[in-house]
């Protein structure tokens, strides 16, 4: 992974990658993760989704986290030591690389493991019995190893990892999400126990608060840590930033605003600390 593919033209065409890693400073330990903002489903995976094409762009507009790799950019374009990033070129409707792929995943009780078979409102995605192996084959596993060796090479490089996770969701609950309940702030700060250390959450709540109330694991907690890392290994922090929807966009799946860029300078923030921490 030293050397970034270039982009495809069709992504997830046999023989192409389905992300991309775009190099940052090599000192740098920070590894922007934009997993969901992809709306791409290449054409043999869209033959197995039950969807019409109309229903189909419905879903994508619900469950993509839109412009959240532009957000990405704009902040890595800000930042005094210029961040890594690891792009999913591909929508999270063809495998979701944040799920576990077995009988860990809680999202499996709606039908969103990592090869989903449920919408987002909880109808059929994709038909009964549906077998995601070939998915699992094609798609999440190179994208975990690759997301994995991004990892350790900066850990080669600089001695530490921090993978902060880019995300946004929806103003109003959607029926899939199993902890809809809670609070819904305008940015959501993910953590875990392990890999978020205090300094790190304190620097992400004070960036984004100063553009509004932060709010902590609700609607969405955790963050995403290679498997091999995973609970093991403290030179690997991480977090996840949930951005609510109103405050960049116009919902469910139009255009980004002015609040885009806002977020992207409270995100470079976040980042530049992160650079600097020892």
């Not at 992974?1 to 982009?7: G, T, V």
């Not at 109808?123 to 350790?152: C, E």
């Amino acid at each position: 992974m030293s050397n970034a593919p270039a982009a495809p033209d069709a992504p997830g065409t046999p023989g192409t990658p389905s992300f991309r890693l775009l190099p940052g400073d090599p000192a740098s330990p920070v590894i922007l993760h934009v997993p969901h903002s992809s709306r791409t489903v290449p054409a043999d995976v869209r033959a197995d989704l039950v969807l019409d094409d109309r229903a189909l762009e419905e879903e994508l507009d619900h469950i993509t986290d839109a412009h959240t790799a532009e957000l990405a950019a704009a902040a890595a374009e800000r930042c005094a030591v210029r961040p890594w990033r690891f792009v999913n070129l591909m929508s999270r409707l063809v495998i979701d690389p944040e799920r576990f792929p077995d009988e860990r995943e809680e999202m499996l009780a709606v039908g969103m493991g990592a090869v989903y078979t449920r919408t987002t409102h909880r109808g059929p995605l994709r038909p009964a019995g549906f077998d995601g192996s070939a998915l699992i084959g094609r798609y999440f596993r190179p994208y975990a190893q690759a997301m994995t060796d991004a990892v350790a090479e900066r850990l080669d490089a600089a001695g530490r990892a921090v993978i902060v996770d880019v995300h946004s969701y929806p103003t109003a609950p959607l029926p899939y999400e199993l902890h809809g309940a809670g609070p819904r702030p305008p940015v959501c700060l993910g953590t875990d126990g392990f890999h978020t250390p205090p300094w790190l959450l304190d620097e992400a709540t004070e960036a984004f608060g100063r553009l509004g109330e932060t709010g902590l694991d609700s609607p969405f907690a955790g963050t995403y840590v290679p498997l091999r890392y995973h609970g093991t290994d403290a030179r690997v922090s991480a977090l996840m930033v949930e951005i609510r929807r109103d405050g960049y966009m116009t919902e469910p799946g139009g255009a980004s605003h002015a609040g885009l860029e806002a977020l992207a300078a409270a995100l470079a923030d976040v980042v530049d600390a992160a650079s600097r921490a020892h």
